[in-house]
């Protein structure tokens, strides 16, 4: 959505139109599908209309558009499926065991109408290759939510302070975030004009546009960098106006009318104002600097503030030393392909992979992964043992109590046995079901054909 803003410079919710539009057509395929199985169990002829041709062309083209874009713009996704399928792939083998019970009753009509002995070979063989695949496919199936032990829930970590139920970086988001019990604000940092260090994603030119009014209130003003604003001039900026008009996450239902007039009234925030916050609830601050000049006077501005040095999380690499010698109580965060020896990791949720999660904290390294937003992938994690994520959605996870499934591996195995030896009684009996009917019905044919005999 920021990248569509970034270019048309007017604020859609795309991701929510494109998950719409997914799951209409791939709700349509799975009912062409199912009116195309039940035209053959009937034998019906197959006679797509050619309106459903053109739709259903129409969505490869989009499919393949869409894994060309993914590989080319958000190629590290690719990951997210692997993390999918550990989550789901319990369900999809026991989901995949009821539609192969189901097919097979078609099959096997198939199979028994088959006028030559090496098209019903071909059409058993691979029907039982497929079958063979779906039975024993929880072989393959690694998944930490399959565990004995479940390991501690996740810390919370509020990205932007909590940007669903408040507009971003603002002082009402971290402070509904803190409702939460977070451990930690996350944001970013830049530097004004006159080096006073306030709260704000974007960067570089119309950084403003998108979160404030600035086009309101300088109209005539260009603008590449935060030091083309004075502190004074942020202030006069509205940072909350948007959040209401645009409704950004669909979530301003969850909204009380206070809130939402709250939310209008919201401003940049300075980090001295974040300090503020944190130190009187004692929780850790974590942040980006959007600029490698700017630490000096962050590091000041921390200092003043008063906080204990060991709630702030050094995330920023270019100028650790500098931090290292000047604020040595800081805790210091490394990204996860920095190659050294550390305590505390900050990565992507992708980027380490379940089992890579669990060893490493399991030589008690503390990881933080960015950014959760769903359920599944929180519980999916959680199984895997991250210590904490960083989110959007921490009124969604705040009460949970446990992932959304987790199995001891004896009991699903028996579950995933007890479902194959079921499916395959099941189809045996529809096997000799259909044969029997097929052996009728040719002694019918048989009795028909046969001429009566003179008198």
Not at 210 to 224: A, E, G, M
Request: hydrophobic share 45%.
């Amino acid at each position: 959505n920021r990248k569509a803003f970034s270019i048309f410079s007017v604020w859609v919710n795309w991701y929510m139109i494109i998950t719409i539009l997914s799951a209409v057509l791939a709700t349509y395929c799975f009912l062409i599908l199912v009116f195309a199985l039940v035209h053959i169990s009937v034998k019906e002829p197959l006679a797509l209309h050619w309106l459903h041709k053109v739709l259903l062309f129409v969505g490869l083209i989009i499919v393949v558009l869409g894994v060309v874009a993914l590989s080319l713009r958000w190629d590290t996704e690719w990951s997210t499926i692997h993390l999918s399928l550990q989550a789901t792939a319990p369900f999809l083998h026991l989901g995949a065991v009821v539609a192969l019970t189901i097919i097979s009753w078609i099959v096997f009509q198939s199979f028994y109408r088959a006028r030559r002995t090496v098209s019903q070979i071909f059409i058993i063989g691979i029907f039982l290759a497929v079958v063979l695949t779906v039975f024993l496919s929880p072989l393959l199936i690694h998944s930490p939510c399959l565990t004995d032990t479940l390991p501690p829930k996740p810390s919370l970590v509020g990205h932007r302070g909590a940007p669903v139920l408040a507009p971003e970086n603002t002082i009402m988001s971290f402070n509904r975030s803190a409702e939460c019990s977070v451990i930690a604000f996350e944001t970013d940092v830049q530097l004004s004009k006159d080096n006073v260090p306030f709260l704000m994603h974007d960067n570089g030119k119309n950084f403003l546009k998108r979160t404030t009014n600035v086009d309101l209130v300088f109209p005539n003003r260009t603008y590449n960098t935060s030091s083309d604003f004075t502190w004074d001039e942020l202030q006069m900026l509205n940072a909350g106006e948007w959040f209401v008009k645009t409704n950004p996450f669909w979530s301003l239902s969850l909204l009380s009318e206070r809130d939402k007039a709250l939310a209008r009234e919201q401003k940049v925030p300075s980090l001295e104002q974040l300090l503020a916050v944190a130190k009187e609830r004692n929780i850790s601050v974590i942040f980006d600097l959007k600029n490698n000049d700017d630490c000096n006077h962050t590091v000041m501005t921390i200092q003043k503030s008063g906080i204990s040095k060991n709630l702030i999380w050094w995330l920023p690499s270019n100028c650790r030393k500098y931090v290292e010698k000047e604020a040595p109580g800081f805790r210091q965060v490394y990204k996860y392909n920095e190659g050294l020896d550390v305590q505390f990791v900050n990565a992507n949720y992708n980027a380490l992979g379940t089992e890579k999660i669990r060893n490493i904290t399991g030589n008690n390294v503390t990881v933080n992964l960015w950014v959760v937003n769903q359920r599944w992938l929180f519980s999916l994690l959680w199984c895997a043992g991250a210590s904490s994520v960083t989110t959007n959605t921490c009124h969604l996870f705040k009460d949970m109590s446990q992932p959304d499934w987790h199995l001891v591996p004896s009991v699903y195995r028996i579950i995933w046995i007890t479902a194959d030896v079921v499916s395959l009684l099941v189809m045996i009996t529809m096997f000799f079901v259909q044969g029997k009917a097929r052996n009728q019905i040719f002694v019918l044919e048989s009795e028909r054909t046969v001429p009566l005999l003179p008198f």
